[in-house]
């Protein structure tokens, strides 16, 4: 593709306010089908499910149009209407706002990144019983090979507190690899999962050296 680097920036944010203006546009048309109770009539659990069933498209997805559809936050569709705040942005506000913040909480939140909003939420929310059983009981976890097995993606969702500890055992792991600058920090995380896989597998034998990657050379050793 033609264009200099910052031309191609251009185009990129271009196409990502365009995507706000589309799900701007299908907010008010997934409104009028929840009030029709569209997903009852057609035998679907829930207007998430229906939805997730039409558009094809993941279960996560559709639960956060259906979130922003009902929230009839006008400053919010406004704003993703004109192209000027993501459809992940608009979604973590509308949590906030629902979580109980302030004007002035919300402002200061388009200073952080997705993950300091949830962080933010997560301080004005408190959590019930019930609000931790549905946690528990969300938690999964997927990998699912390529055809050929030649990789494997991994992904899911977990409780606060496993997920800490999952956090912590990659990070202590990460820390007993020797410095390599070609690594990411992904990379090595990813590194990490292998070798506690391989320590469990091996009895907790204390972390062998990682295979080597597709290209033949070993990614870490940790002996």
Known sequence: MEGSIDTLEQRLAEAA????????????????????????????????????????????????????????????????????????????????????????TVERSFGFDLAGVRRLTAAHTPMSAGDERDVFEARFLHLQPALDLTSYRIWGELPGIDGAIVDKAITTTVDRFPHDPKVTAAQARADALTVICQDALAGGGGGGPVPACAGGSPRHDVR
Request: hydrophobic share 55%; proline share 1%.
């Open 17 to 104: 306010g365009a995507l706000a203006q589309v799900t701007a546009a299908m907010l008010p048309l997934i409104r009028t089908l929840d009030v029709a109770q569209v997903a009852l009539v057609d035998g679907s659990r829930s207007l998430t499910e229906w939805l997730a069933s039409r558009l094809d498209c993941e279960v996560s997805t559709a639960r956060r149009l259906v979130m922003l559809a009902r929230a009839e936050d006008g400053e919010v569709e406004a704003a993703l209407a004109a192209g000027e705040m993501s459809v992940d942005r608009a979604a973590a506000t509308v949590r906030l706002k629902a979580a109980g913040a302030d004007g002035a």
